[in-house]
């Protein structure tokens, strides 16, 4: 049964950084991390897929990275240079499919975690 547990949510200030990690349950297919503001759908963040393969919403490049420890079963989710604007719940996310046609529409992930909240002030 696939369960997705998200941990590492906060409160930072602008500028600094936080690690999200969410429990895979061991299974590794299409992968993303989403996330939704009060008001606002829910927008893709980073995903990765079985390959190794990642993509980046343009507002996060260069700022975030997503990566995968097969070891432990846990995908990351790295933020840096946090901004205001990144306050979200933020969401993991798994497509049981090697195939990943819409990789940051989230009606493509069957399976999401609880979420956590990440708070960025100015």
């Known amino acids: 049964q696939v369960q997705l547990v998200e941990s590492g949510g906060g409160s930072v200030q602008a500028g600094g950084s936080l690690r999200l990690a969410c429990s895979t349950s061991g299974y590794r297919y299409c992968m993303a991390w989403f996330r939704q503001a009060p008001g606002k759908e829910r927008e893709g963040v980073a995903h990765?897929?079985?390959?190794?393969?990642?993509m980046y919403a343009d507002s996060v490049k260069g700022r975030f990275v997503i990566s995968i420890e097969d070891a432990k079963n846990t995908l990351y989710l790295q933020m840096d240079s946090l901004k205001p604007e990144d306050t979200a719940m933020y969401f993991c996310?798994?497509?049981?499919?090697?195939?990943?046609?819409?990789?940051?529409?989230?009606?493509?992930?069957?399976?999401w975690g609880q979420g956590t909240q990440v708070t960025v002030s100015s």
């Open positions: 996310a798994l497509r049981l499919s090697n195939y990943c046609p819409r990789p940051m529409h989230p009606v493509d992930y069957n399976h």
């Open positions: 990765l897929d079985r390959f190794g393969s990642t």
